[in-house]
T-cell receptor
Framework: DAKTTQPNSMESNEEEPVHLPCNHS???????IHWYRQLPSQGPEYVIH???SNVNNRMASLAIAEDRKSSTLILHRATLRDAAVYYC???????????FGTGTSLTVIP | NAGVTQTPKFQVLKTGQSMTLQCAQD?????MSWYRQDPGMGLRLIHY???????DQGEVPNGYNVSRSTTEDFPLRLLSAAPSQTSVYFC???????????FGPGTRLLVL
């Protein structure tokens, strides 16, 4: 699976939008972009995924660049419960592994 | 549904001891996997299974064994624990290998 690059940490004020970037310049045409997050002392949980088009669900939105070499996870109104490490992962249609990387640690300031 | 469950939550071992970390899921998922997470790092895949009776190695398989006799259970065995295996271990399952993974709460292992 191709690798991703994310900032180590970001901060956001509570109730403001948060844009978490991810670069994946070596993405192939069939790689899905997945986002997971890990709350303190918990296992990772699924957030959202997409292939080419922007995606929305109850947790977040995923904006994918036209060339697919980068994507952005958007939390529309950050809450204290959104403080977590966010992982951007490329998932190939072949192969069996998720490569998690080190993710972005999001701090939400009250 | 209970989802993915792991036992024990915490374990202390002495070097050379053996133990089995248990993982079970009640979602009838075919794909199950084990990860370890060291402090300040992301998750690394140890072993995975695409169905009962089928297992394969991940990124860091040395020192660990797995088996998959049923769809529900996927135990991870440490044959001779080493301090380098001190970590948090997560089990995950998904309906198929490329689909959303559901993670258990983790087992914290300390090897002295």
């Amino acid at each position: 699976d191709a690798k991703t690059t994310q900032p180590n940490s970001m901060e956001s004020n509570e109730e403001e939008p948060v844009h978490l970037p991810c670069n994946h310049s070596t993405i192939s045409g069939t790689d899905y972009i997945h986002w997971y997050r890990q709350l303190p002392s918990q296992g990772p949980e699924y957030v959202i995924h997409g292939l080419t088009s922007n995606v929305n669900n109850r947790m977040a939105s995923l904006a994918i660049a036209e060339d697919r070499k980068s994507s952005t996870l958007i939390l529309h109104r950050a809450t204290l419960r959104d403080a977590a490490v966010y992982y951007c992962i490329l998932r190939a249609t072949t192969g069996n592994q998720f490569y998690f990387g080190t993710g972005t640690s999001l701090t939400v300031i009250p | 549904n209970a989802g993915v469950t792991q036992t024990p939550k915490f374990q202390v071992l002495k070097t050379g001891q053996s133990m089995t970390l248990q993982c079970a899921q009640d979602m009838n998922h075919e794909y199950m996997s084990w990860y370890r997470q060291d402090p300040g790092m992301g998750l690394r895949l140890i072993h995975y299974s695409v169905g009962a009776g089928i297992t394969d190695q991940g990124e860091v398989p040395n020192g660990y064994n797995v088996s998959r006799s049923t769809t529900e259970d996927f135990p991870l065995r440490l044959l001779s624990a080493a301090p380098s295996q001190t970590s948090v271990y997560f089990c995950a399952s998904s309906r198929a290998r490329r689909e959303t993974q559901y993670f258990g709460p983790g087992t914290r292992l300390l090897v002295l």
